[in-house]
């Protein structure tokens, strides 16, 4: 379940979006009374009279559960699931008017909560950093009654995704050492020797027509890295420089991937920190910096 929560200026617009038959149907209320969007909006108005300083009077609330969750859900719940969310919140459900309306006009059933922050005293609900805790709360309700976190299911996903991406990060890491060793005179021949091992190497552009940065897609698994994701020491922007040709006064940058050349000293350093050859003839130089660049 995921929520968001902001304090909003109201008015008739939003009620209309939220309190729509076409939409969904009416959960729970406290202190509001009418059967229509405009006839609900103007009963909060009423109260909100008392505070004609505060612009942002009503505090818009929409808790989404999974589509999994939504679709076992009964009335009961959902409204126990709003009462304790409002409650954790620190918004009083009991003392405060608010309507709360399930919309279900998309895949799964969510929740709008419309509150007034206008007290019946006149004084103000206190709205700091109300959408960092909504997020909080949602997670913690979740949990207490039995539901699937957002929190949770972000954590599961992205430890699913590391355990794929560490595979295919050593594919690309390898099918990029062996491209270089066939000496691409340039990306052009770089691009195609990595396409042979079924990985699209895709630069992109930035507004002056040169290269900023590269993506790898992996096909067979449809992974889709950046370069600094596969490895920080992937840097292709150093290994394939860009040949300027100068027309006039003036330098035209072209855009054709043949020229950009490879840098022949970074490309044999490259080739020499990742040979299998650990000869006595290796620089130094290059044996410490083994220690960096890691396939």
């Known amino acids: 379940m995921i929520s968001k929560a902001k304090s909003c200026p109201g008015g008739s617009a939003l009620f209309n979006y939220v ?18 969007a405009q ?22 609330i929409v808790l989404s559960p999974t589509i999994t969750d939504s679709r076992i859900m009964t009335d009961s719940q959902l409204t126990k699931l709003t009462e304790d969310f409002l409650k954790n919140l620190e918004l009083d459900p009991d003392k405060n008017q608010f309507i709360a309306f399930v919309h279900t006009e998309k895949d799964h059933k969510h929740v709008h909560i419309l509150m007034n922050r206008v007290k019946p005293d006149g004084k103000l609900i206190q709205d700091n950093f109300i959408s960092k805790k909504a997020q909080r709360v949602a997670h913690e309700v979740a949990l207490k009654q039995g539901w699937t976190s957002a929190k949770i299911l972000k954590e599961s996903k992205e ?21 270089l060793e066939s000496n691409p005179k340039n990306l052009k021949e770089y691009i195609s020797l990595m396409a042979r091992e079924k990985i699209i190497v895709t ?30 020491n992937l840097k292709l922007n150093e290994l ?18 043949s020229n950009y050349k490879v840098s022949n000293n970074i490309l044999s350093g490259i080739v020499q920190l990742y040979s299998p050859n650990t000869s006595e003839d290796i620089p130094e130089e290059i044996k410490k910096k083994r220690k960096i660049f890691k396939r």
Request: one cysteine or more; proline letters at 2%.
């Open 203 to 232: 630069p992109t552009l930035n507004k002056q027509g040169t290269i900023q940065g590269y993506r790898f897609l992996h096909e067979p698994t449809g992974v889709d890295l950046k370069a600094s994701e596969v490895d920080r």
């Open 39 to 60: 006839e609900l909006f103007l009963d909060m108005a009423i109260m909100q009279q008392q505070n004609h300083r505060c612009v942002n009077n009503t505090i818009s």
């Open 159 to 179: 430890a699913v995704n590391k355990n794929q991406f560490k595979e295919v990060k050593k594919i690309i890491k390898d099918a990029h050492y062996k491209s």
């Open 240 to 257: 394939f420089t860009e040949q300027i040709m100068k027309t006039g006064e003036s330098n035209q940058i072209i855009k054709d991937f």
């Open 19 to 36: 309190v729509n038959d076409k939409k969904g149907y009416e959960l729970a209320r406290n202190g509001l009374s009418g059967t229509t």
